[in-house]
């Protein structure tokens, strides 16, 4: 429910006093409370923007100062410490960051947070690189990407950081090729190429979403969880559709097109699945995914199979043609009355 700043204080207020009254639990109103969402202006919004900035420099302040290992290589080699006092001293100064942004949190915008959390959590990390060096399990980075993945998922449910969830899912996703590319045998793992495994990866990503709002810790990034795997599953079967499911591109380039035109039926099926159901359970994501990924779907097989043959007019005409019915067709059913009247008993 979005409110204004006045209106938000008002509803706190009442919460409170029916709590104190008992006319509801204290669970309840902690329920309540979370769905009220202050609404923001503009000058509000162009702040989270320079917010999201400040973030995106942050990252790449880590990259080019830790990530090179320059700056703290010297500190390590002028102090004479070891691998364990680095990993040590990062990770207190990551505890004693979060403990502080915690106490602060109600005084800061949701946007500041985020970025806090994000510096905290970048300190987390290289406290991380420093204990796989002082394990010897650097060579890899499938060991980091395995200690890092539990540390950011207990960070983000402990401190409730949608920022922080965004860095699970790209670790994830990046453990994930690492495990499956160290796994695997002639290019392919349990029998799938890399197009196939992520297009799984991303099924395993909604399903996930969707049992998200049975686990209340994991609730609050559901919608997160739902576009990755939307995003992972669209792409894989994209890629599914062009390269099938074999191991290296010399062996697809041995093979005719065709023999992966089954691909790109299912690729259609799904999105125009995921077209339908949006439309029916008035779910905007799946239905613009759906839309998106069937005019990919269209133009893919137009340039593998009828860009030296078909006239390009031609082709567009008939694009047209199929997606204005399928606009006349949606209008007509938004003007049809949705209520029945009902028949007296």
């Not at 979060?98 to 800061?108: E, P, S």
């Not at 806090?116 to 499938?142: F, H, P, R």
Request: proline share 1%; glycine share 6%; with cysteine.
């Amino acid at each position: 429910m979005e409110v204004d700043k006045n209106e938000a204080t008002l509803l706190h207020r009442a919460l409170n006093e029916w709590e104190h009254n008992g006319s509801i639990t204290g669970e309840q109103a902690d329920e309540l409370k979370k769905n009220i969402t202050i609404r923001q202006n503009d000058r509000q919004q162009i702040a989270q923007y320079f917010f999201f900035i400040a973030l995106f420099c942050t990252l790449l302040a880590f990259g080019a100062i830790f990530l090179s290992e320059k700056l703290l290589e010297k500190i390590k080699a002028y102090f004479s410490w070891s691998n364990m006092v680095i990993t040590l001293i990062t990770a207190g100064l990551s505890l004693l960051w979060f403990w502080y942004i915690g106490r602060k949190r109600k005084q800061i915008s949701n946007s500041a947070y985020e970025v806090y959390m994000a510096l905290g959590c970048l300190s987390a990390l290289t406290s991380l690189v420093y204990l796989c060096k002082e394990l010897g399990i650097d060579k890899t980075y499938t060991a980091f990407l395995s200690l890092a993945l539990p540390v950011l998922l207990i960070i983000s449910v402990l401190l409730r950081s949608r920022a922080i969830w965004i860095a699970v899912i790209f670790t994830l996703v990046a453990w994930y090729g690492s495990y499956t590319t160290w796994q695997s045998a002639d290019n392919l793992f349990m029998g799938m190429n890399y197009a196939v495994r992520y297009t799984l990866l991303g099924l395993l990503l909604l399903g996930f979403s969707f049992a998200q709002t049975y686990f209340r810790p994991f609730k609050f990034t559901r919608h997160i969880t739902y576009v990755a795997g939307m995003l992972l599953f669209f792409a894989g079967l994209w890629a599914v559709s062009i390269f099938g499911n074999y191991n290296s591109l010399a062996q697809w380039h041995q093979v005719r097109q065709v023999h992966v035109l089954a691909y790109s039926i299912v690729f259609g099926l799904a999105a125009a699945a995921s077209f339908y159901l949006g439309i029916r359970y008035k779910d905007e994501l799946a239905r613009d995914f759906g839309v998106l990924f069937l005019l990919i779907n269209l133009y893919t097989r137009y340039f593998e199979y009828f860009w030296d043959s078909m006239n390009k007019g031609i082709f567009f005409l008939i694009l047209a043609v199929t997606f204005g019915f399928v606009g006349w067709f949606l209008e007509r059913r938004g003007k049809a009355p949705r209520n029945k009247p009902q028949t007296p008993i």
